[in-house]
């Protein structure tokens, strides 16, 4: 793998000494660094971080006000969080000193007076080190993305299988998903959260594909035994999407088995009431609801808008959490996403 150009780095030099700061800034302008910058004030440190972070930082030990010991924990979170090299540069050659330093989180310790080309080689080292680690993190999250987005597109494509086989335009599911994502956002789902809504909510009925065509189509009212066969696929849906470490599928799990349960504990697959059904599965009941019933079914036409909503509120408290319920009411009885 290729060195990384270092000349780009962000150096910041702490040392309350003005010639320390001179000597080192002149060095490694010398070498060719361009993003020298340095602090004379210890207490100014961590502002530093928050305005810029460096990639690396020479830090004195001994300073009046706040020491470089006191500055390492300071910065703690930050170093336990990122591959930070820090070079203590300090006239104490203590083994103490030494040890507490590399205890507190510094990667290196050099005592001065300081050798010009021994500095300059341990920061190249410690840059190479640090650019390497992070041109790795991002292949990493490069691979990492591209395969979310092909787990995204194959649960996509799974959700419109299931789709197809009882409503011929495959736009149910799309439709619920929006109508979920939405609701969420109402109900205060961080923004992360209700991107995974949007993605797991589709797949609600993916457990369709495990019905029989007689009974998922059939054009009339399913008979006691045809119903218990059409409420598996919830349980269907569950063994389909059970066992991934992945969190939205994870999500559309616990989605596909809790539907179909209500407010007051009628629902199935297990009779769970209240806030014993998930909460995603409280905001998918609803938004499929909506769809279904302002959809054309192969047993009945849609339903005009305004039944469908009067219906919604008969069924709040029984059939729907009444704060999912408000929360979509509140959002203006919004239409089905078009088709």
Not at 20 to 30: C, D, K, Q, S
Not at 80 to 104: C, M, Q, Y
Not at 122 to 150: D, K, M, P, S, Y
Not at 214 to 233: F, Q, S
Request: charged share 25%; glycine share 6%.
């Amino acid at each position: 793998m290729p060195v990384p150009d270092q000349t780009s780095a962000r150096i910041l030099i702490v040392d309350d000494e003005p010639a320390n700061v001179l000597f080192l800034e002149r060095l490694l302008v010398r070498e060719g660094y361009t993003r020298v910058v340095s602090c004379t004030h210890p207490r100014e440190v961590a502002d530093q971080f928050a305005r810029t972070p460096p990639d690396l930082l020479l830090l004195d030990l001994h300073m009046p006000g706040l020491s470089g010991f006191e500055i390492l924990e300071q910065l703690r979170p930050v170093l336990s969080e990122h591959i930070l090299p820090v070079v203590v540069l300090t006239a104490d050659a203590t083994p103490r000193a030494k040890l507490r330093a590399l205890g507190s989180g510094a990667t290196d310790f050099l005592t001065k007076p300081l050798d010009a080309a021994e500095v300059l080689l341990r920061i190249r080292n410690h840059l190479r080190a640090r650019f390497l680690h992070l041109h790795v993190e991002e292949q990493v999250r490069a691979r990492t993305e591209e395969v979310e987005r092909g787990q995204i597109e194959t649960l996509e494509r799974l959700a419109q299988a299931a789709e197809f086989r009882d409503d011929d335009t495959g736009q149910h599911t799309r439709r619920v998903g929006e109508t979920s994502a939405r609701l969420a956002e109402a109900l205060g789902f961080a923004p992360a959260q209700m991107a995974l809504v949007r993605r797991a909510a589709p797949l609600h009925d993916v457990g369709k594909i495990g019905i029989p065509d007689a009974i998922l189509n059939k054009p009339g009212r399913l008979t006691p035994d045809e119903m218990r066969v059409m409420r598996t696929h919830t349980s269907i849906g569950a063994s389909i999407l059970a066992g991934s470490r992945s969190e939205l599928v994870r999500m559309a799990e616990q989605i596909a088995l809790s539907h179909h349960e209500r407010w007051d504990g009628g629902g199935y697959p297990h009779g769970l009431r209240e806030d014993a059904i998930p909460l995603t599965a409280r905001v998918v009941a609803l938004a499929d609801f909506f769809d279904a019933l302002s959809s054309d079914r192969p047993y009945r036409p849609a339903w005009p808008a305004d039944r469908v909503i009067a219906e919604i509120r008969r069924e709040t408290g029984t059939h729907f959490d009444p704060l999912v319920a408000e929360a979509f009411l509140d959002l203006g009885a919004p239409k089905p996403v078009p088709s």
